[in-house]
C-alpha cells in the first residue's frame, strides 16, 4: 500500500532527474511539439530540439550534467516541494510508488467542531455592541467603552498573529484549535464573574482573553480545507468554516437583546439577565472544547489533493517561515489582496460594532430590530458566502467573482447608507440583507484567492496577514466613523466607509490571477513548462514535470 505522504506530483529541479517517464521539453518549443505522448505512439522517435532524439541518454545526461544557473526568489516556493539531499531519489522514480489521495469521512467531524467554537467566539466579540446602551448603563461607562469590548479583538490579533501563525506552522493543526477552543472556554467563565456593576474591568479581561482565542480562529479555514477536503469541495470547505463565524454573529445580533431586555430600572433583574447569557455561553464553550480534544485530529492518514500531498512530502527542515513571510511580501498580487481584503472585512466590522447607534439614531427604542436587522445582513452573508464557494469549486474564477462581488458590496452599501434614514425600518431589513449578503459573501472569497496565488505557502499565514489586514482596517474604521456619526449624523460615517470600498475595487482589479494549486492539482505547473514521456516500464502513471526558465536553458 502507499505511503500517505507519497509525492503524487513532483517537479524537477537542478541537479535531480526527472521522474521515470518523462523528459522536460523548453519552454520556447513549438506548440504542436510539446503535448505529453508515449514515445510507442503514433509519434515515436520526434526529435529534441537539439536533433538528439528524446530517449537518447545523451539528452538527459547532458541537460542534467551541466551547472545550473541559481533560481530567482520567485521560484524558491517551488523548491521548497522537492527534495534536496544529494542522490535522492525523486517521487516517482522507479521503486518509489505513487502517492495515494483519499477523502476521510472524518473531515467533516473537523469541520463542523470548529465550526462550532468558532461561532461561540463570534458571539461573545459582538454580544455587547448590539446592546451597547444596556451595558453602557449597567457598568456606568460611556459607548467608547463598550465599543473596545468589539474593538479589543482588532486590536490583539495584530500583534499576536505573527506568533500564532508560526505556531500553525511549525506545531501543527491540532494545537492551534486547542488553544482556541480552550482560552474561547476561559474567557466566557472569567466573564461570569463579572455581573458587578463596579467590575467592568473583569468583563474586559474575559473579553481580551475570547479576542486571543480568536487569533487562533480566524486563520484556520483555509488551513483546515486544504489539509482534510478534496479539490472539487476544498472551496466550499472554507467558506463552510467561515460560516460557523458569521452564524456566531449572527445569534450575537439575535439572542442578546432578547436575553438582555433594556430594564435600566431595576437593576437586579439586568443583572440576573447578563449572567444567564454568561453562564449560557460558558456551557457550550466547555462543551464544545472537550469535543476539540476528543475528536479534532491533525490531518486525514492520506492527503485529500495532489497539491497537498506535495507539500506533505516535503522536508520539514525545508521549511522557513520569515521565508515565507518575505516571499508573501514579495507577492504583488498578495499584497494588493491583502489591502482589498482589509478594507472590505473592516468595513463590515465597522458596521457590525456601531449598527446598534446607527439604528437607535433614527429608531428609538428599536434595540430588538436593531439585532434583527444584524441577524439579516449576517444570514443573508451565509448564504453569499456558501453560493460563492459552490461557484469558485465549479468555476475556478477567482479574480473575476471575487471583482463583481467586490462591485456588488459597494452599490449595497451605497443603497443601506442613502435609505437608512427614509423612517421605515422594513427598507433598513432590506437594504441590510443585501449589503451582508455580498460584504460577508466576500469573507471566504479572499481566504480562497489568496491560498490559489500564494502556493505552496501556508495557508495559515497568507489567511493569517489577511485577517491582520482587516483588524487593523477595523480599528481605524471603527474610530472613524463611530466619531463621524457622534459628531455628524450615520450618513456621513457610511459616506466615509463608501469611499474605502471603492478604492478597494480598483485595486482588486489590479489584481494578477495566477491559480498555482488549482494547477498542481490539475497537472499543470505553468505556461512555460512542456513535459514529454519516455518510455517507462515500471511506471506509466503521469507526473507533473516542473522546471524553471534557467534550467531549460541548459538543455
Known sequence: MARPDDE???????????????????????AGKTSAEPQNGPRAGRLAPNGVPRDSPATVSGALGRPQPQLAAEEETQVRLLPTVPGEEPPGAEGSPAAQTALSGRRFVVLLIFSLYSLVNAFQWIQYSIISNVFEGFYGVSSLHIDWLSMVYMLTYVPLIFPATWLLDTRGLRLTALLGSGLNCLGSWIKCGSVQQHLFWVTMLGQTLCSVAQVFILGLPSRIASVWFGPKEVST????????????????????????????????LLAYNISTMFYGTSSVATLLF?????????????????AQAAIQDSSPEEYSYKKSIRNLFKNIPFVLLLITYGIMTGAFYSVSTLLNQMILTYYKGEEVNAGRIGLTLVVAGMVGSILCGLWLDYTKTYKQTTLIVYILSFFGMVIFTFTLDLGYIIVVFVTGGVLGFFMTGYLPLGFEFAVEITYPESEGTSSGLLNAAAQIFGILFTLAQGKLTSVYDPRAGNIFLCVWMFVGIIFTALIKSKLRRHNINIGITNGDIKAVPVDSPTDRESKTVMMSKQSESAI
Not at 467558506?239 to 460557523?244: D, E, K, S
Not at 472537550?290 to 495532489?306: D, M, N, Q
Open 290 to 306: 472537550i469535543l476539540t480534544v476528543i475528536a479534532f485530529k491533525e490531518k486525514p492518514h492520506y492527503p485529500p489533493s495532489r
Open 8 to 30: 503524487e506530483g513532483v517537479a524537477v529541479v537542478p541537479g535531480h532527474p526527472p521522474a521515470v517517464g518523462y523528459f522536460p521539453v523548453p519552454g520556447g518549443a513549438p
Open 237 to 268: 470547505a472554507c467558506a463552510t468554516a467561515v460560516l460557523g463565524n458569521q452564524l456566531g454573529t449572527a445569534v450575537g445580533f439575535l439572542l442578546p437583546p432578547v436575553l438582555v431586555p433594556n430594564t435600566q430600572n431595576n437593576t437586579d
